[in-house]
């Protein structure tokens, strides 16, 4: 079997290069570089060593994975044959994708050969020294070729490795900017611990426009001092919720309950619902943000009381949308969206086992009697007690809308109510055939006739006159106005 020794180049020039590392490449029968963009190669090419690089093989490619693996296979093909040695820019470990992947192909036994790995400084630690930072207050190396702001601990030091030039770091650049204000300061270091060393300081927005970058250019991003920098963040909102909640917090938060915050998700749930109808973006944002803070007050009051975290409903949700979800997250096939419901359904009941209960226990909302009538009949269908199709709802709703009617013109009030009760229930009833939401069509309602009633009351007030001077036709011939300025 042969070997393949990855041999670390070390972060600074020739002088700084390790005495047995500059032995053992000046003794390798067979050298490849990764790339011969560094200063060490530069002197060794001058003393007459011989290198073969992989620089050809970045100008094939669009993305760097590729080219990572490309070099690797290349790698494992001419081990096969002979001894080979391998050279890297700073430490084989750090921030080297081609090593990983060598790694993974000896450990899972796709390869038959001997891997070394040796020698080399990465170039964290002269980054450390060039920056004057202590990697014990805690640190994120990312890749600047892959990482999303979903990855970012604003709190700690970052450091962006592979940033390599304008394009990459406009990358890195367009993603901080997902989380950092555009004049948030960072530090762009190239060639760190070495005579060429340089350090710029910018703001964010200026990283890929006046800074050279090259393949020893690291982004430094220092930790966030205040909230207000860190708005964008979600360990920010949770520690604003903590301290409104806490001792020298608000006491206005401090006493609510579950039960007492309920009737606000409603408001704040319905307020976005309206949004979404006005497809306003912006009220969307704020009223998303009116939900969100429902649910980490709730959230907060469960770890106040010592019942569940935060952390107990994320982990809840995730493992819920992985299990229902196995044509994703398993081997389950699904051909369409009424295939995923249905596989939904399966999963859920199994989740809940066999119960005596009865059926419609679970299914009352106090909140809304035209949810609870919508929880009802659908509960009712899925064990078959349920029209054929929608014409039997349709001639539900012909029978009762005539039996309401009747007692219209013959019945008592308490019949009245009765026999509406019922034409109300079969309206529900059709929207669940149609797929509507009877809530969300009854909020619709109300709110499209308070903007149209406004308009109204708007034109009745500019007038000067009070509503009892104006007739019903007068009234309507308004309504009608408004209507038609909805339209255009």
Same mark, same amino acid.
């Given at each position: 079997?042969?070997?393949?020794?990855?041999?670390?180049?070390?972060?600074?020039?020739?002088?700084?290069?390790?005495?047995?590392?500059?032995?053992?490449?000046?003794?390798?029968?067979?050298?490849?570089?990764?790339?011969?963009?560094?200063?060490?190669? $530069?002197?060794?090419?001058?003393?007459?060593?011989?290198?073969?690089?992989?620089?050809?093989?970045?100008? $094939?490619?669009?993305?760097?994975?590729?080219?990572?693996?490309?070099?690797?296979?290349?790698?494992?093909?001419?081990? #096969?044959?002979?001894?080979?040695?391998?050279?890297?820019?700073? =430490?084989?470990?750090?921030?080297?994708?081609?090593?990983?992947?060598?790694?993974?192909? #000896?450990?899972?036994?796709?390869?038959?050969?001997?891997?070394?790995?040796?020698?080399?400084?990465?170039?964290?630690?002269?980054?450390?020294?060039?920056?004057?930072?202590?990697?014990?207050?805690?640190?994120?190396?990312?890749? !600047?070729?892959?990482?999303?702001? =979903?990855?970012?601990?604003?709190?700690?030091?970052?450091?962006?490795?592979?940033?390599?030039?304008?394009?990459?770091?406009?990358?890195?650049?367009?993603?901080?900017?997902?989380?950092?204000?555009?004049?948030?300061?960072?530090?762009?270091?190239?060639?760190?611990?070495?005579?060429?060393?340089?350090?710029?300081?910018?703001?964010?927005?200026?990283?890929?426009?006046?800074?050279?970058?090259?393949?020893?250019?690291?982004?430094?991003?220092?930790?966030?001092?205040?909230?207000?920098?860190?708005?964008?963040?979600?360990?920010?909102?949770?520690?604003?919720?903590?301290?409104?909640?806490?001792?020298?917090?608000?006491?206005?938060?401090?006493?609510?309950?579950?039960?007492?915050? $309920?009737?606000? &998700?409603?408001?704040?749930?319905?307020?976005?619902?309206?949004?979404?109808?006005?497809?306003?973006?912006?009220?969307?944002?704020?009223?998303?943000?009116?939900?969100?803070?429902?649910?980490?007050?709730?959230?907060?009051?469960?770890?106040?009381?010592?019942?569940?975290?935060?952390?107990?409903?994320?982990?809840?949700?995730?493992?819920?949308?992985?299990?229902?979800?196995?044509?994703?997250?398993?081997?389950?096939?699904?051909?369409?969206?009424?295939?995923?419901?249905?596989?939904?359904?399966?999963?859920?009941?199994?989740?809940?086992?066999?119960?005596?209960?009865?059926?419609?226990?679970?299914?009352?909302?106090?909140?809304? #009697?035209?949810?609870?009538?919508?929880?009802?009949?659908?509960?009712?269908?899925?064990?078959?007690?349920?029209?054929?199709?929608?014409?039997?709802?349709?001639?539900?709703?012909?029978?009762?809308?005539?039996?309401?009617?009747?007692?219209?013109?013959?019945?008592?009030?308490?019949?009245? &109510?009765?026999?509406? !009760?019922?034409?109300?229930?079969?309206?529900?009833?059709?929207?669940?055939?149609?797929?509507?939401?009877?809530?969300?069509?009854?909020?619709?309602?109300?709110?499209?006739?308070?903007?149209?009633?406004?308009?109204?009351?708007?034109?009745?007030?500019?007038?000067?006159?009070?509503?009892?001077?104006?007739?019903?036709?007068?009234?309507?011939?308004?309504?009608?106005?408004?209507?038609?300025?909805? $339209?255009?």
């Amino acid at each position: 079997m042969n070997t393949l020794t990855v041999i670390g180049l070390g972060a600074g020039d020739f002088n700084q290069l390790q005495m047995g590392v500059y032995k053992k490449l000046k003794a390798a029968r067979k050298l490849y570089v990764r790339t011969v963009d560094h200063p060490v190669l $530069k002197e060794l090419s001058a003393e007459g060593l011989q290198f073969e690089s992989f620089d050809a093989v970045y100008e $094939k490619h669009n993305s760097f994975q590729p080219v990572y693996e490309e070099i690797a296979e290349k790698l494992v093909a001419v081990t #096969a044959n002979e001894d080979v040695m391998y050279a890297v820019p700073g =430490h084989p470990l750090v921030a080297e994708q081609t090593v990983q992947l060598l790694i993974a192909a #000896a450990d899972e036994g796709k390869v038959k050969l001997k891997l070394v790995i040796e020698g080399g400084q990465s170039f964290l630690d002269p980054i450390f020294g060039a920056l004057k930072i202590d990697p014990i207050e805690g640190f994120q190396l990312l890749d !600047g070729t892959s990482f999303s702001m =979903h990855d970012i601990n604003m709190r700690q030091h970052i450091l962006i490795a592979q940033v390599y030039d304008t394009f990459s770091a406009s990358e890195v650049k367009l993603t901080l900017m997902e989380k950092y204000d555009d004049e948030y300061p960072i530090t762009v270091v190239t060639a760190a611990g070495s005579s060429q060393e340089k350090l710029v300081t910018v703001p964010l927005y200026e990283l890929d426009q006046s800074v050279e970058v090259d393949n020893l250019t690291t982004v430094y991003v220092p930790p966030v001092k205040s909230q207000e920098d860190a708005l964008r963040d979600w360990t920010t909102f949770r520690q604003i919720i903590a301290v409104l909640r806490g001792p020298n917090g608000c006491p206005w938060d401090q006493k609510q309950t579950h039960e007492s915050l $309920k009737k606000y &998700l409603l408001e704040e749930a319905h307020e976005y619902l309206a949004a979404v109808d006005a497809e306003d973006d912006f009220a969307m944002i704020e009223e998303l943000g009116d939900v969100l803070l429902q649910v980490f007050l709730h959230a907060q009051i469960g770890e106040d009381q010592g019942y569940f975290t935060l952390e107990d409903v994320l982990a809840s949700i995730s493992e819920k949308m992985i299990r229902r979800h196995p044509h994703v997250f398993g081997d389950v096939s699904v051909e369409d969206a009424e295939g995923v419901v249905a596989n939904w359904e399966v999963i859920k009941a199994e989740e809940k086992g066999i119960s005596d209960k009865p059926l419609l226990k679970e299914e009352y909302r106090a909140s809304s #009697a035209l949810q609870t009538a919508y929880n009802y009949q659908k509960k009712a269908a899925k064990v078959g007690f349920d029209w054929p199709d929608v014409e039997g709802a349709w001639d539900k709703f012909a029978e009762e809308w005539q039996e309401f009617r009747n007692e219209v013109t013959k019945g008592t009030n308490a019949s009245r &109510l009765d026999e509406f !009760g019922d034409v109300l229930f079969t309206l529900v009833n059709l929207a669940r055939f149609y797929k509507l939401s009877p809530e969300e069509a009854m909020l619709h309602a109300n709110e499209k006739f308070a903007r149209r009633f406004g308009y109204v009351e708007a034109k009745v007030k500019e007038s000067g006159k009070p509503f009892s001077d104006y007739t019903l036709e007068q009234l309507d011939a308004f309504w009608d106005e408004a209507k038609q300025l909805e $339209k255009e």
